[in-house]
């Protein structure tokens, strides 16, 4: 008689995967619902609640597209440096570099928006740049790990903002904690609070996935992160292209930052980065190397931030929303995981082993 | 030729002494691959026995086999006269066999003094630092083996390592210590350390198994010598009895079959008079100091093949990469097409239509994780159709695929899977057509029929014919002669990075080869020159 095992295949469908991940944040939704019951609370007035304020009603689309914006960005950051097979764990810092720079500009030119605006992006590119220069060099040069290096940064880049707003740039109008004062100029907005920066990033991921797939350094760039051996016996030249990569990457962040500062907080604020660098990382896992799937992995994740606000207004400490966030993980890298299985039909072996 | 000698042991010793290892008829099968079949060899106490073969030959699982890492499927293993089965490796160091192998298996943050005691039943429970050191001092001088107890291992140098590994093996009383390519790893001081103390360990009354391809030490260190090919025993040898040509044409030769695949066609280009490319007294070092190409000088015609023969690791490799443009050379002038070329520069050599089908083709030429389409495209993406203005046409690079698959029979349900599901033997064609593409001056082949069939290796071997009519340069690297002497119309010989000799293929004998490659001077060979 035949018995039914499982093989484990190299690759999974997408399609699999898809199925597979909504059946994970299924169950994760029915564990937390679960465990919000024995606490007390009713798991449909909240998922009400929480479909009402995010989804459900204007205000909680403008929220919800502030929040993708900047996880568009960082996610997509995480993801063009890992088609490389590089891990950029400092989009957190980049992200501050990109927003100081883009708030000095602010800060320190005084003229017409549509002067000071382009500047303004330019200087939050670069600083994003910057930040990652040095990581970028020694892992070119020197085969330094760029986690390490790019992960240090981060915090010299956070201490640097809190010593900016609580030093030099304290707001010195209104007297806010940890604040620059409100910035004169700002990202138009187009629905709402929703900025101009929302399109923007959604055009900038799509097409570094149009460059990705149909440019010659796109091309190199896969094939340099998928076999660098294979890279350099073709001729590619690895090492600039690893410098092109990650400097990208940091300006995608340092891009953020600024959109963060223009459009939606219109101050540098202390820890206004929000870990919006490290759920980067979360959308670029999520998004499994494809570019266009940041879309709607930093959707996932704003739902999920968003979420979070509403379950604080409800007296549900803010830390449940990283317990929640880390089981949704979990389940979906299971399901990703379980992806790679087929049944197979095998007989019972006869005879000798 | 050379008959093997009788099995009976070195003389001298006690009537009735049984062999340490015995195997009768030894067969391990792999799905598709007969590893080895029929293997008997005798090691008696107090010799050093070299197990040689080519790549591939069935040394490695032979010795796993005794070794208890594998199972043999026929056969049986003695010990010390009596029978036994080695169901794991622990079963088979318990009985005092201890092998190191090419890649050490130490653990790299440890002390050597950890490493020794590591996973062995005799280390004292508790052991202080203190303790394990002086144990391993101890163990160190008696077997004469110096090293510091104390050392971290990934300070240590690749001959350092090879010696704590060694102490390992032998502070569990082995026996018999199997070594697989001892000397890859090492200087020659360190060469000459290492015998030295396998000298000593024989001298004692014990064992050793030295798995080798290169020659001059097989003749150096051994006392006995046993030939694999194609995973059996072609025979055992006194070494002294020995020489490094006949070792070296026992090693690679078989009853070849000369057919000559030289007969152009009609229309076929003739060979051009003009070489395309030119090495002249090309050298390389590589990081160890060592010279890997010594003096190279070559003339690649078009419409010719040069064949290279040559025992594995003899600098073939370096050759391949020199002329690929993937290594640079310390020394020597390359010219191509008339002009010097000054930089190692892979995509310059590619792009002046020098194909390359590397040895190691699927870790090298190939991204598996990329698709079959991504990769076909990997040596005319900057070209149009596919490269035009910066951009990537994914549909032009499809098309490529499509001829590419096609002409190497091929057949591929979907283009946009990522290379790794196909199997082994068909990335290999896709990649030996891929490079012939592109080969319009050179085409550099690298043991392009190694894992093939028989009927795949004519195909193969056709490519190159077809090639040289249509006036490219072929250079084709085998370790197989009969396929060298079939198509080549010259044959390089490699020995130690130099290239011995350049001779003609239609009139070559194979016996000329074999001592070529065992390292012997043309100039010796010459009739009527010093024999």
């Not at chain 2, 086999?65 to 010390?80: C, H, N, R, W």
């Amino acid at each position: 008689m035949a018995t039914r095992a499982f093989q484990r295949l190299p690759t999974a469908p997408a399609g699999r995967i898809l199925a597979l991940r909504l059946v994970a944040i299924a169950v994760s939704l029915c564990i937390i619902a679960g465990v919000l019951a024995l606490s007390g609370h009713s798991p449909a007035m909240l998922a009400e609640l929480i479909l009402r304020s995010t989804l459900g009603s204007r205000f909680g689309l403008e929220d919800l597209m502030l929040f993708m914006c900047p996880l568009l960005l960082t996610g997509a950051a995480v993801t063009v440096c890992g088609t490389i097979g590089l891990w950029n764990i400092g989009a957190e810092g980049q992200f501050y570099a990109g927003a100081i720079a883009a708030t000095g500009v602010a800060l320190g030119l005084h003229g017409p928006v549509l002067v000071v605006l382009p500047l303004m992006t330019i200087a939050g590119i670069l600083g994003g740049m910057a930040w990652i220069t040095v990581p970028t060099l020694a892992r070119a040069y020197a085969g330094v790990n760029e986690i390490i290096t790019t992960l240090l940064l981060n915090f010299i880049a956070s201490l640097l903002t809190y010593y900016l707003t609580t030093g030099p740039w304290r707001d010195r109008i209104s007297g806010a904690q940890v604040s620059t004062q409100r910035l004169s100029v700002s990202m138009p907005e187009m629905w709402g609070i929703v900025h101009w920066g929302f399109p923007v990033a959604i055009m900038i991921v799509v097409g570094l996935a149009l460059v990705l797939s149909r440019t010659r350094w796109g091309y190199e760039i896969r094939m340099g992160g998928a076999n660098p051996e294979a890279a350099r016996y073709a001729g590619i030249p690895v090492r600039l292209r690893i410098i092109s990569v990650m400097l990208l990457s940091g300006g995608l962040a340092g891009l953020a930052g600024m959109f963060e500062v223009a459009g939606t907080v219109h101050r540098l604020q202390g820890g206004m980065a929000n870990n919006f660098g490290y759920l980067g990382i979360v959308v670029a896992v999520l998004a499994r190397g494809s570019c266009l799937n940041v879309i709607p992995a930093a959707l996932l994740m704003a739902l999920i931030l968003d979420s979070g606000i509403v379950m604080q207004t409800q007296q549900l400490s803010a830390s449940v929303i990283l317990a929640i966030t880390g089981l949704i993980l979990f389940m979906i890298a299971i399901g990703d995981e379980l992806a790679h299985y087929r049944p197979v039909a095998t007989t019972p072996a006869k005879g000798k082993a | 030729m050379n008959n093997p000698v009788s099995p009976a042991g070195p003389s001298g010793m006690a009537p009735g002494t049984p062999p340490v290892l015995q195997l009768r008829g030894i067969g391990k099968f792999f799905p598709g691959v007969i590893a080895n079949k029929d293997v008997d060899l005798d090691v008696w106490p107090g010799e050093i026995h070299a197990l040689l073969g080519e790549n591939g030959a069935g040394k490695s699982t032979l010795m796993n086999v005794v070794t208890g890492i594998y199972q043999p499927e026929e056969g049986e293993i003695i010990l010390d006269g009596y029978g036994q089965t080695f169901t794991s490796p622990q079963e088979a160091i318990r009985a005092g066999i201890g092998m190191v192998h090419q890649h050490f298996k130490l653990v790299q943050a440890f002390t050597v003094a950890e490493n020794i005691h590591l996973g062995w039943d005799e280390a004292p429970r508790l052991a202080s630092p203190a303790v394990m050191e002086a144990r391993t001092r101890e163990i160190s001088e008696r077997f004469g083996f110096p090293v510091d107890p104390a050392a971290r291992v990934c300070d240590l140098s690749a001959g350092e390592q090879q010696r704590v590994e060694i102490l390992r093996v032998l502070a569990r009383r082995a026996r018999l210590l199997i070594m697989d390519e001892p000397t890859a790893v090492l200087t020659p001081e360190e060469t000459g350390e290492l015998f030295r103390a396998l000298r000593a360990f024989r001298a004692q009354g014990n064992a050793v198994i030295i798995i080798s391809h290169k020659l001059d030490e097989v003749m150096e260190i051994s006392d006995r010598v046993s030939i694999l090919r194609g995973g059996r025993k072609v025979g055992t040898f006194r070494t002294a009895d020995c020489n490094p040509s006949m070792l070296a044409a026992t090693m690679v030769g078989r009853d070849i079959v000369r057919r000559n695949m030289r007969a152009r066609p009609e229309g076929a280009a003739p060979i051009a008079p003009q070489p395309i490319m030119q090495l002249r007294n090309v050298s390389v070092r590589d990081d160890r100091g060592v010279d890997t190409l010594r003096d190279v000088s070559l003339d690649l015609h078009g419409g010719e093949i040069l064949g290279i023969a040559g025992v594995a690791g003899n600098g073939q490799r370096e050759l391949t990469h020199v002329l690929t443009g993937l290594m640079a050379r310390t020394s020597g002038e390359i010219v191509l097409d008339g002009s010097v070329v000054d930089r190692a520069d892979p995509a310059l050599f590619a792009h002046a239509g020098v194909g390359h089908i590397p040895e190691d083709r699927l870790r090298s030429a190939l991204a598996p994780s990329l698709s079959i389409t991504t990769n076909m495209a990997l040596r005319e993406y900057a070209h149009p159709p596919i490269g035009r203005h910066g951009l990537y046409d994914a549909g032009a690079a499809g098309v490529l695929a499509h001829d590419i698959a096609e002409l190497a029979q091929v057949r591929i349900p979907d283009f946009g899977m990522p290379i790794r599901n196909l199997s082994g033997g068909n990335q290999q064609r896709l990649v030996a057509r891929r490079e012939i593409r592109i080969a319009s001056r050179v085409l550099v082949a690298a043991y392009p029929a190694r894992g093939l069939d028989i009927g795949a290796i004519a195909t193969m071997l056709g490519y190159l014919t077809d090639l040289r009519d249509q006036g490219v340069a072929v250079v084709f690297i085998s370790e197989d002669l009969e396929d060298l002497l079939n198509v080549s119309d010259r044959i390089g010989v490699m020995f130690h990075g130099r290239m011995m000799d350049v001779i003609d293929a239609e009139n070559a004998d194979i016996a000329t080869i074999g001592m070529l490659m065992g390292g012997r001077e043309p100039t010796d060979l010459q009739p009527g020159g010093p024999r």
